[in-house]
């Protein structure tokens, strides 16, 4: 995508419906077909990760309060996935990829997306990366990191994954998948003041909650505006620090490309991404024969400005 340099000119307004229809044609043809076999490690890997990390933060004081309120039930598919989201999330453990917690939330949405109706393992491969890819193609048509303007990018534009995740295992039509996406655009929220307390990991929970109840309520028949994604008032400006978002250019979802690119940043450590590096070499310091401890006067630390200010406690 070309760089943006200077505010956008509102073109006229795109086709109705425009991306979130093609998005959903996407959604309804990865429900069938091959999958690349050298992606499904990658994809497995995620998966597997995420389960972990679900097992750790299952007793955190978060998770304990989002069980309290959506007690999992026969059938209640989006209190499950409350739950399992803000366990994913609870220690900051969850992987990464362009500045999100990808299997955070699609991992827990469709694990209680298949609570109620099973889901192959093919279906369940196919609608994680329908999820990521319409994570990182929204993502990327942001200039600014979302961090700026105090969204937490995860849960503002995690709904749109999980509702497409969650779409694509079940099974909708494109139509149908395009309505959930519309739907799911209102279900954006969750702010960096909150990071560092125990709301944060709700943020995740919330995201994959919204991806099963905006797909069920457009199978209820609710509906939503076509082109809430790409209007003047719609999601990506509402959420854009300076407005600098691109809409026209076109979907390139069906080679899984941003997948391919960027894959998944899984942790070593339970903190957030940002202060990986730094914990990293403090411990290559420590673990140094060379290293004389009374012969360090001071340690300088260089983070982003964007780092410094999500890294809260």
């Given at each position: 995508m070309a760089a943006i340099t200077a505010p956008l000119v509102h073109p006229a307004q795109p086709p109705i419906g425009s991306i979130a229809q093609?998005?959903?044609?996407?959604?309804?043809?990865?429900?069938?077909?091959?999958?690349?076999?050298?992606?499904?490690?990658?994809v497995k890997t995620g998966i597997t990760d995420c389960?972990?990390?679900?097992?750790?933060?299952?007793?955190?004081?978060s998770t304990r309060a989002v069980q309290a309120v959506f007690a999992p039930a026969p059938g209640n598919s989006a209190g499950l996935a409350a739950v399992l989201g803000t366990a994913a999330h609870a220690l900051d453990y969850d992987d990464t990829a362009f500045g999100n917690h990808p299997s955070a939330v699609l991992v827990p949405a469709l694990l209680?997306?298949?609570?109620?109706?099973?889901?192959?393992?093919?279906?369940?491969?196919?609608?994680?990366?329908?999820?990521?890819?319409?994570?990182?193609?929204?993502a990327a048509r942001e200039q600014d990191p979302?961090?700026?303007?105090?969204?937490?990018?995860?849960?503002?534009?995690?709904?749109?994954?999980?509702?497409?995740?969650?779409?694509?295992?079940?099974?909708?039509?494109?139509?149908?998948?395009?309505?959930?996406?519309?739907?799911?655009?209102?279900?954006s929220g969750g702010v960096v003041a909150n990071f560092g307390s125990s709301a944060k990991p709700f943020h995740i929970g919330r995201a994959a909650q919204s991806g099963i109840v905006a797909v069920q309520l457009a199978q209820a028949g609710m509906t939503g505006s076509?082109?809430?994604?790409?209007?003047?008032?719609?999601?990506?400006?509402a959420l854009s620090p300076r407005g600098l978002v691109d809409v026209a250019v076109p979907l390139s979802l069906e080679s899984l490309a941003h997948f391919r690119r960027q894959g998944l940043n899984i942790?070593?450590?339970?903190?957030?991404?940002?202060a990986?590096?730094?914990?990293?070499?403090?411990?290559?310091?420590?673990?140094?024969?060379?290293?004389?401890?009374?012969?360090?006067?001071?340690?300088?630390?260089e983070l982003g400005a964007t780092q410094s200010a999500i890294l809260r406690s």
């Open positions: 093609a998005m959903g044609d996407f959604i309804a043809r990865m429900q069938s077909g091959p999958l690349p076999d050298e992606l499904t490690p990658a389960l972990a990390v679900m097992i750790a933060g299952w007793s955190a004081q209680a997306a298949a609570h109620s109706r099973p889901i192959s393992g093919r279906a369940m491969l196919a609608a994680y990366l329908a999820g990521y890819e319409i994570w990182a193609d929204l979302l961090h700026a303007k105090g969204w937490h990018p995860s849960a503002t534009i995690g709904p749109m994954a999980a509702t497409a995740a969650v779409a694509c295992g079940w099974g909708l039509t494109a139509q149908q998948a395009a309505t959930a996406l519309a739907i799911a655009a209102s279900f076509a082109d809430v994604i790409e209007h003047d008032h719609g999601l990506l400006r942790k070593l450590s339970p903190i957030c991404y940002a990986h590096r730094i914990c990293d070499a403090a411990l290559l310091l420590r673990s140094d024969p060379r290293a004389r401890p009374d012969a360090i006067a001071r340690i300088d630390i």
